[in-house]
């Protein structure tokens, strides 16, 4: 009883805001989180671009789940979910505090539409950590991740998202965190450390999806199966392309968009990046 009191109190407070904005961020490479680039350049000006938030709420590519979760603890570990990478990339630490409190609250603005399991395991993966300490990294606003439920299709992703519109004017910062092309099977290794080269497939279908965002034709973006080849070899598995759902989803009719490290890397994997604001 003291809890629901105090979850009830802590709802009351959290007042209206400036509208948020909402992004979608390529985050590529691990290596992005202590290289220092053209894409982490980007991130640091975006983020003195946009109000401070009050608190994030990643959708990364790297936590997938059966059923839908969001980290409910004080204290999130920082997650190397990698392999093969120098020493200094697994001694990097994000020590970003976590909202309990706004854990429930995201549970229960979902609640009618799915069960949300308050997570107390997980933390922060790459795909949230090694992007969000270029955008803050004094680590000083609390950051939760919302996870991948496998097991549905993109339309119920897209539905979900839509449910977090709310979060954009309660100060809350949302962010999908994939990569819009993303097929690790067919990099160019040869060619990862001078970004800018883009097979044709990979720069067509970026394309593709850069129209069809600019004309907010979601419907089309969620049928991604019906990209044809490119889209194939674009999105050879889900977990990179449906965070781009859940930024899309919170749009609302007054964004602007605008796209940031607009650019291919390796051949088959883009970083292009959508700002809503």
């Known amino acids: 009883m003291e809890s629901l009191k105090k979850l009830y109190q802590w709802q009351q407070n959290l007042?209206?805001?400036?509208?948020?904005?909402?992004?979608?961020?390529?985050?590529?490479?691990?290596?992005?989180?202590i290289d220092e680039n053209i894409f982490v350049q980007n991130w640091r000006k975006l983020?003195?671009?946009?109000?401070?938030?009050?608190?994030?709420?990643?959708?990364?590519?790297?936590?997938?789940?059966k059923g839908t979760k969001v980290t409910a603890m004080e204290h999130p570990r920082t997650i190397?979910?990698?392999?093969?990478?120098?020493?200094?990339l697994f001694e990097v630490q994000y020590p970003a505090q976590g909202d309990p409190e706004l854990a429930e609250y995201i549970s229960g603005v979902l609640n009618h539409f799915t069960e949300v399991e308050l997570d107390q395991v997980w933390g922060l993966d790459h795909g949230n950590w090694s992007v969000v300490r270029h955008l803050y990294?004094?680590?000083?606003?609390?950051?939760?991740q919302l996870s991948l439920d496998y097991s549905k299709p993109a339309h119920y992703h897209y539905e979900l998202a839509r449910e977090l519109q709310i979060l954009r004017k309660k100060g809350i910062l949302i962010i999908g965190?994939?990569?819009m092309v993303h097929n690790l099977r067919m990099i160019a290794w040869d060619n990862m450390l001078e970004p800018g080269f883009g097979y044709d497939w990979a720069l067509e279908i970026n394309e593709k999806m850069k129209d069809l965002?600019?004309?907010?034709?979601?419907q089309e973006l969620i049928n991604y199966q019906h990209f044809g080849l490119a889209g194939n070899y674009a999105i050879p598995s889900p977990e990179h392309y449906l965070p781009l759902l859940y930024s899309l989803a919170?749009?609302?009719?007054?964004?602007?968009?605008?796209?940031l490290n607009d650019i291919p890397v390796g051949g088959s994997l883009t970083m292009t990046s959508v700002v809503l604001k």
């Open 177 to 179: 965190s994939g990569n």
């Open 137 to 144: 990294p004094n680590a000083d606003i609390p950051v939760l």
């Open 80 to 88: 190397h979910d990698f392999g093969g990478f120098p020493k200094a």
């Open 213 to 218: 965002i600019v004309a907010k034709k979601h």
């Open 47 to 65: 983020a003195l671009e946009i109000p401070k938030p009050r608190a994030i709420l990643v959708i990364s590519a790297h936590w997938e789940t």
């Open 15 to 33: 007042s209206e805001t400036e509208k948020m904005p909402a992004l979608f961020l390529g985050h590529g490479s691990p290596m992005n989180a």
């Open 250 to 259: 919170v749009q609302d009719e007054k964004d602007e968009i605008s796209f």
